[in-house]
């Protein structure tokens, strides 16, 4: 079943979302079985953005760059 989390979050230049999760988390667990991943980003001011996507689970040099 989808999962709501609240989670810290870093966005780069490529228009990628790259989120701080434990590996042992269920949010880990989740995207294991399903990568379908929805954020909602909001403001100060009460706008918000909704964007939805797959999420990819990087290895070797890859996480060493998102971290």
């Known amino acids: 079943m989808p999962e709501a989390a609240y ?5 780069t230049d490529r228009g990628e979302i790259i989120f701080d999760a434990r590996p042992e988390s269920r949010k880990m667990a989740n995207l294991t079985l399903d990568p379908h ?31």
């Open 37 to 67: 991943v929805a954020i909602v980003i909001g403001g100060a001011d009460g706008t918000t953005l909704q964007a939805e996507g797959i999420a990819d689970l990087p290895m070797g040099a890859d996480l060493d760059e998102c971290v």
């Open 7 to 11: 989670l810290t979050f870093a966005a």
